[in-house]
Each structure stands twice: as C-alpha cells, then as structure tokens.
C-alpha cells in the first residue's frame, strides 16, 4: 500500500511538472489632486492615474514542455474617484492577448501597446507619466492597437518587436497592401547594455476606409534612449512625424525633441525633470514647449507618493496641454498634482 502511495505520488508530480500553469492577479490604484490652469480658467479636481494607470488584470502561462509556454494577460483600467470603467465601449481596454513564447521568441494576438507607448520609459525622464508626460507634445498616435500580432525577440542585450495591426475592413485589409484600409505596422528595435539603453521605433498607419485619394496615411519615426551616469540618469529622444493625405495632396511634418535626467534623493526618492520642443514645418506659429519636474518617494516596494509641475507654452497657433483643459490658441497650460500610488 505504501508503495502504491509512493508511486501515485511521483506520477501526479511528474504530471505537474509537465504542464505546471499560473494564474496571477494584479493591479495599481492611484488618485491625487490636480490643479490646472490654461490661462483663461482654472479647475481644482481629483485626477487618477497620475503616476500609472488603475487598473486590474489577470495573467498566466502555462508550461507547454520543450521550452514551449501558452501565455495570456487581460487588463482592465478604472478610475478610483468615482468606480468606473476607464473606457466605457472597452472592458480589458489596457491589453488584452494570448500567445506562446519559447526560446526563439513570442508571439502575441489581440490589443497591444503601440511602438512609442511600449518603449517611453527607455527615452523619456518622466516615463510617460505625472505632469511631465510626453505625450503632451509628442505624437503617440494612441497609446495601444487592435487586431494586432507581434513577434518580440531578446538576446545578447539586442531586443525587438514586429507589430502588424489588422484594419479588418471587408474587402480591402490585403496584409501585403501598405494601404490596406486601417492597418498599422510598426516595429521597435533596441540595445541595452550596462547603463547604456538605446532604442528606434516606427510606425505607420493607414487611417482610410478604402484606397481613394482621400485616405490619410501617418508615419512617427523615434529615436531615444538613456545612460545611467550613476548618480544621474540622462534622458534624450527626437522624433519626427509626417502625415500625407490625398485631399490637395496635403500633408503634416512635425519634429518633436526631448531631453531629461532623472537623480535618486536619498534612498527612496527620484526627482526628474524634463524639456521637450514640439516644431511644426509646415503651420506657422504652431511651435510649443513643455518644461516639468517631479519628485516620486517610495514608501515601501508598493506604495509611492508622488508629485510634479508642468508648463507648455504655445506659440500663437499652437493649443496644446498640459492637462484635461482645452488651451485657447497662444495660452500656456499649467498642471501641478500630488497624489499616492499602491500596487497590489
């Protein structure tokens, strides 16, 4: 009898060992105050999100043998202020995907972050967040596509990603078709050594229903990257974005540039600050600028607070900003926020 037990017992294990899964939940929840001002009105409010999206998610693998894993993630974002869905239309409106990964890359199917979004920590000294977000001023053309396939590779400090999204319009979405309606391609290519991080990304997408003359078309090219000196880090990156469309053969260039540091205070803290130059070639007067500087202090391994001040000047065409505000033409924007982070 005790044989038998013994016998059950390396069986089941063995079973287990060949299809070993996991299942973990996840997720961060961040709300502060924000105060904002465009230059002709102010508001005081609660903002969420500030320093990483809330959200929840779920994400597994299962061990598939030979080195062969099946995995998933499904990521949903909410606002902590007042309990609702981030995106109302999208449930899992973070990411949402199933692949497999082995020694010679992964594969993924379903909603994943763009280019820009997936790499901004590697060029940008505020990482996509806090008042000092980027995104203010350069064009990410969203943050996350659907309908995509990737292939993600790493080796040697080399790392990559091929991303095709599938426009899914009937009757013209041909994938060999670089006009195929709706579709993206896009790529991202890096290098990572020691306190050396460098990375190039592309994107191109087919904004049309069809193929007539009066489809648009944008391309966002952007190379950044980062050295750790040690006691400062210092952030830099240049894009450049055209978009063509077939009206008038009309057509936008925009140059955008970044340049940062980020410096631990003590043994908990990081101060960053930013300056970005935002230049249009081709609409007079619509140039802009944002400076900002942040300061993040770790509490313990999941819970931060934080706090950042940011500033774009518009030139007088240009209306970006700094916040949820709508800026009039000519009018700088102005966002300062404290808040506290927790991830669980």
Do not use: C
Not at 61 to 74: H, M, N, Q, V
Not at 111 to 127: H, L
Request: hydrophobic fraction near 35%; charge should be negative; avoid cysteine.
């Amino acid at each position: 009898m005790k044989k038998s037990l013994i016998a059950l017992a390396v069986l089941a294990a063995s079973g287990a060992a060949m299809a070993q899964s996991s299942v973990t939940l996840y997720g961060i929840v961040d709300a502060g105050i924000a105060f904002e001002d465009n230059g002709t009105d102010s508001v005081t409010r609660m903002d969420t999100g500030n320093l990483n999206g809330s959200r929840w998610g779920l994400k597994g693998s299962e061990d598939l043998g030979g080195g062969l894993k099946a995995i998933f993630t499904l990521e949903a974002g909410f606002n902590p202020d007042t309990g609702a869905q981030a995106d109302s239309t999208s449930f899992f409106n973070r990411q949402s995907f199933v692949g497999v990964s082995s020694g010679y890359g992964t594969v993924k199917f379903g909603r994943q972050m763009n280019p820009v979004y997936a790499t901004a920590s590697t060029w940008d000294s505020f990482g996509d967040a806090l008042a000092g977000d980027s995104s203010h001023l350069f064009s990410y053309n969203g943050s996350r596509t659907n309908n995509m396939v990737s292939y993600n590779y790493a080796a040697s400090g080399f790392y990559g990603e091929l991303q095709y999204g599938l426009g899914e319009v009937a009757g013209n979405n041909d994938i060999q078709d670089e006009e195929s309606a709706g579709r993206t391609a896009a790529m991202f290519v890096g290098y990572k050594a020691g306190p050396f991080d460098v990375v190039l990304t592309h994107q191109n997408i087919h904004n049309g229903t069809d193929t007539t003359p009066y489809d648009t078309a944008t391309k966002m090219t952007l190379l950044g990257g980062n050295y750790d000196f040690g006691m400062v880090k210092l952030f830099a990156a240049y894009a450049v974005e055209e978009t063509e469309s077939g009206i008038l053969g009309n057509k936008r260039d925009q140059n955008d540039a970044h340049i940062g540091l980020s410096a631990p205070v003590g043994k908990a803290g990081t101060v960053m600050v930013s300056y970005i130059k935002k230049t249009d070639d081709l609409k007079a007067d619509a140039d802009a600028e944002q400076f900002a500087i942040g300061y993040i202090h770790k509490l313990s391994k999941r819970t931060a607070l934080y706090t950042s001040y940011a500033q774009v000047s518009n030139d007088s065409a240009a209306s970006y900003k700094a916040g949820k505000l709508a800026t009039p033409a000519g009018n700088d924007s102005k966002l300062f926020n404290i808040g506290v982070r927790h991830s669980f």
